[in-house]
């Protein structure tokens, strides 16, 4: 069975579509626009064409990565700011 993210980079084409990229992030071609659109994903135009280069989706994931906290044993947070959370089940602030 082939691997569409592996036929994509078989080739070595030096600029992805938008679903290409989609493709080799695992993410949806919408989220793809999405950071486009954030600014978050830098493309090349070509006439009216929209490109990512395999540079950028490579400097992405390494900024993602860079941003992840970890936790002394090594694993990722996968939830941040919510300390207070349980106080105020058990401590309402209304005092109930």
Known sequence: ????????????????????????????????????????LTPVHIGRSCRLSRAELERYVKQLEARSPRTPNGRRRTSRGQNGVLDLIHNPPDGT
């Open 1 to 40: 069975m082939s691997d569409p993210q592996r036929e994509i980079w078989a080739g070595d084409p030096l600029l992805l579509t938008p679903e290409e990229a989609a493709r080799v992030l695992r993410v949806g071609r919408t989220t793809v626009y999405a950071l486009l659109k954030a600014g978050d």
